[in-house]
């Protein structure tokens, strides 16, 4: 046992992360509420309540305000951090945004009641984090810089460790090693934990998810290693494609060093809580079971669970699921010609719809995806690897490649955005709902406009309203 012996501290991911991975973030505002207080007794480092998909899905599915969300939960938990997962210069999109708009997306999270921002870039590309980092520190939030895992030729424990010094000396509050995929083998954990701690001064947290069915082990070396915070879900909400379950952890941990000193009582009641939950999505198919297994396959292809049911979601759309194989194999070929990106959103999405088209059509490339043309163009950052200047030609012809932090393009967006809403705002922060999701976002204001007077919604989303002349 390594002699860093302190107690461990958990976030609990169940209102964020544990619902996204097994639920498409479809818990609402109204079952999150009631545990919320008693969530805020326990004495975790922070609850994971925001960001991710969770924007996405208010909006788009439940009907709700994200940002009403977050209140409602800040009213509710007084004593314990609330975290949000930050993409970067994509915010909670899929691409990147102007300055202003993430400036401004950093200041609002923190006025609504998040203390903590966990700000990742899916190709490590520090240069993407810089804005929401320096916006972060402005408002006085705890900045948490992330240095996502992967595996590959070109990653390395030395890679990680350079990259967490860099984000450190940057001004990060703490580190994060997210493996999205669960990959991180137990051993590799200690050694990449052990590693950054002699490195770095910060503290470290470590998230993962149980997918490929070595979490908890992998989060036990890590402890002995001395990492600081892991990320766990309370049990109903935990295991498959979430993560290592809360309670067993705290038991474990019992007289040892590293004691979380919370109480396994309070978090039984918690988990009788989401327990009836967990049925509920069963049984209206919102849980599929599939996705409390474990997943070999995610080790054997090193490929997240979300992506390879994306894979064979594409492949039957087309009648090829028996191109399975073909298709797995393709993704580190697709991935090495790309730079070796780490496969988290959006990556992974664009490597694997690239490798399902290469083998389909019979021919590498014959078809390529804006997304993948994209990659090549540098429209996301700086990919891990240069790609290769013949392939690039291949894919984008003479076009150029942008070579700076790909935001330094974009003009500020803000002005322009509030004008174009300005009949629907209500709050300072719909501005920011739109500039992420514009069309879902107007539908959902013009339902709100249609609920407060007591009009009927589908008359307020018709394209084109008809006067007579």
Same mark, same amino acid.
């Given at each position: 046992?390594?002699?860093?012996?302190?107690?461990? #501290? &958990?976030? +609990?991911? $169940?209102?964020?992360?544990?619902? /996204?991975? *097994?639920?498409?973030?479809?818990?609402?505002?109204?079952?999150?509420?009631?545990?919320?207080?008693?969530?805020?007794?326990?004495?975790?480092?922070?609850?994971?309540?925001?960001?991710?998909?969770?924007?996405?899905?208010?909006?788009?599915?439940?009907?709700?305000?994200?940002?009403?969300?977050?209140? #409602? &939960?800040? +009213?509710? $938990?007084?004593?314990?951090?609330? /975290?949000? *997962?930050?993409?970067?210069?994509?915010?909670?999109?899929?691409?990147?945004?102007?300055?202003?708009?993430?400036?401004?997306?950093?200041?609002?999270?923190?006025?609504?009641?998040?203390?903590?921002?966990?700000?990742?870039?899916?190709?490590?590309?520090?240069?993407?984090?810089?804005?929401?980092?320096?916006?972060?520190?402005?408002?006085?939030?705890?900045?948490?810089?992330?240095?996502?895992?992967?595996?590959?030729?070109?990653?390395?424990?030395?890679?990680?460790?350079?990259?967490?010094?860099?984000?450190?000396e940057r001004g990060a509050d703490s580190i994060c090693i997210k493996d999205m995929a669960g990959l991180l083998l137990p051993y590799?954990?200690?050694?990449?934990?052990?590693?950054?701690?002699?490195?770095?001064?910060?503290?470290?947290?470590?998230?993962?998810?149980?997918?490929?069915?070595?979490?908890?082990?992998?989060?036990?070396?890590?402890?002995?290693?001395?990492?600081?915070?892991?990320?766990?879900?309370?049990?109903?909400?935990?295991?498959?494609?979430?993560?290592?379950?809360?309670?067993?952890?705290?038991?474990?941990?019992?007289?040892?060093?590293?004691?979380?000193?919370?109480?396994?009582?309070?978090?039984?009641?918690?988990?009788?809580?989401?327990?009836?939950?967990?049925?509920?999505?069963?049984?209206?198919?919102l849980l599929n079971p599939k996705m409390l297994g474990v997943d070999i396959n995610t080790l054997l292809y090193q490929v997240p669970g979300g992506m390879l049911s994306n894979l064979v979601s594409q492949l039957?759309?087309?009648?090829?699921?028996?191109?399975?194989?073909?298709?797995?194999?393709?993704?580190?070929?697709?991935?090495?010609?790309?730079?070796?990106?780490?496969?988290?959103?959006?990556?992974?999405?664009?490597?694997?719809?690239?490798?399902?088209?290469?083998?389909?059509?019979?021919?590498?490339?014959?078809?390529?995806?804006?997304?993948?043309?994209?990659?090549?163009?540098?429209?996301?950052?700086?990919?891990?690897?240069?790609?290769?200047?013949?392939?690039?030609?291949?894919?984008?012809?003479?076009?150029?490649?942008?070579?700076?932090?790909?935001?330094?393009?974009?003009?500020?967006?803000?002005?322009?955005?509030?004008?174009?809403?300005?009949?629907?705002?209500?709050?300072?922060?719909?501005?920011?709902?739109?500039?992420?999701?514009?069309?879902?976002?107007?539908?959902?204001?013009?339902?709100?406009?249609?609920?407060?007077?007591?009009?009927?919604?589908?008359?307020?989303?018709?394209?084109?309203?008809?006067?007579?002349?």
């Amino acid at each position: 046992m390594s002699t860093n012996t302190k107690p461990v #501290k &958990i976030t +609990e991911t $169940a209102l964020r992360d544990a619902h /996204q991975s *097994l639920i498409a973030t479809r818990m609402t505002t109204e079952e999150i509420l009631p545990i919320v207080e008693k969530l805020d007794k326990v004495g975790y480092h922070s609850l994971e309540a925001w960001g991710g998909a969770t924007f996405d899905a208010c909006l788009r599915f439940l009907n709700e305000d994200p940002w009403e969300r977050l209140r #409602k &939960i800040r +009213e509710q $938990a007084k004593n314990t951090k609330l /975290q949000m *997962l930050f993409r970067g210069q994509n915010i909670l999109g899929y691409k990147n945004y102007a300055d202003d708009v993430v400036e401004y997306f950093v200041q609002k999270s923190l006025a609504n009641g998040i203390d903590i921002i966990r700000i990742f870039d899916a190709l490590n590309d520090v240069r993407n984090l810089e804005c929401a980092i320096k916006a972060c520190q402005k408002e006085k939030g705890h900045v948490q810089a992330v240095v996502c895992y992967t595996i590959s030729d070109v990653h390395t424990i030395d890679s990680f460790v350079k990259m967490a010094k860099e984000l450190e000396e940057r001004g990060a509050d703490s580190i994060c090693i997210k493996d999205m995929a669960g990959l991180l083998l137990p051993y590799v954990a200690y050694d990449l934990v052990k590693a950054m701690k002699e490195t770095v001064k910060i503290p470290i947290q470590l998230h993962t998810h149980y997918t490929s069915g070595v979490a908890s082990m992998t989060y036990l070396k890590a402890i002995e290693a001395g990492v600081d915070v892991v990320d766990c879900a309370i049990s109903p909400m935990a295991l498959g494609t979430s993560q290592p379950a809360t309670e067993p952890m705290v038991a474990s941990l019992q007289g040892t060093p590293y004691d979380t000193g919370l109480d396994l009582n309070l978090l039984s009641e918690i988990a009788d809580y989401f327990r009836p939950l967990r049925e509920k999505y069963l049984a209206n198919d919102l849980l599929n079971p599939k996705m409390l297994g474990v997943d070999i396959n995610t080790l054997l292809y090193q490929v997240p669970g979300g992506m390879l049911s994306n894979l064979v979601s594409q492949l039957k759309q087309q009648g090829k699921e028996d191109k399975l194989e073909e298709v797995l194999k393709e993704v580190p070929r697709v991935r090495a010609d790309l730079g070796y990106p780490p496969l988290v959103t959006p990556t992974s999405q664009i490597v694997g719809t690239q490798a399902v088209l290469n083998v389909i059509m019979g021919e590498r490339y014959k078809m390529v995806t804006k997304e993948t043309k994209g990659i090549v163009k540098g429209e996301y950052g700086k990919t891990p690897v240069a790609i290769d200047d013949e392939f690039a030609k291949k894919i984008i012809g003479d076009e150029p490649r942008i070579t700076c932090r790909p935001a330094d393009q974009i003009k500020p967006e803000l002005d322009a955005l509030r004008e174009n809403i300005k009949e629907y705002i209500e709050q300072d922060e719909d501005v920011l709902s739109y500039a992420l999701f514009d069309q879902v976002a107007v539908k959902f204001f013009k339902d709100r406009q249609a609920a407060k007077y007591g009009l009927d919604k589908d008359l307020l989303n018709m394209d084109e309203m008809t006067h007579p002349v």
